[in-house]
């Protein structure tokens, strides 16, 4: 039966429409994308048979373009489409926090580095500059690898805060692992970065690791 000929209350747009997009499963959200499906296959099915075979909707959303062109109906096309939505959600986060205090919306602090940093197969430093009321001058990557294999370097953040006149920071990095837990080594160099920074009164106010799904705050742990 094809998607027009559901009851009106189970097809995705119309669903979508009166119940907004958290009331739809990642099937229903990806056919919405997808708008058509196969020949004996309709869009809702389409979108179940492709997160069962990338396992997942992160491994498909993820997926580099030879293995994203693999997947049945969809092609380069889609594969343009699809980046080009993930960087408006990017940049609209982006530009929410250029004109709002960053901690009076912490879980939008958390979705846009979570956006951000879940698509990384390598661990990544990334810092948010922010001025004297605490709203986004510039989110910036500045170290690759993992902390206990990769340097990073307390003088280097100190140097792009001065750089872009920041008030206060925010650290964050990812774990490839998918394990948001904290380690010995986030602590010890949030520790460093920390007091080097306040040699030039620039506050951190929080390091936020992001795993798969979740996302630790060393703030709401006490630890800053």
Known sequence: MAIRDWPAEERPREKLLQRGATALSDAELLAIFLRTGLPGMSAVELARSLLADFGSLKALMQAPLPRFCEGKGLGMAKYVQL?????????CLQQSLQHEAVFTEPSLVKRYLSQQLQRESREVF?????????????????????????????????????KYNAAALILAHNHPSG????????????????????LVDIRVLDHLVVGDGEVVSFAERGWI
Not at 143 to 162: C, E, H, K, M, N
Not at 179 to 198: H, K, N, Y
């Open 179 to 198: 394990v948001a837990e904290p380690s010995r080594a986030d602590r010890s160099i949030t520790s460093r970065i920390q007091q080097a920074l306040q």
């Open 83 to 91: 980046q080009a939505v993930m960087e408006l959600s990017q940049r």
């Open 126 to 162: 990334q810092v948010l500059y922010l001025d004297n009321q605490h709203r986004l001058l510039k989110s910036e990557p500045l170290f690759y690898g993992t902390i206990d294999a990769s340097p990073v370097y307390p003088r280097v953040v100190v140097q792009q805060a001065l």
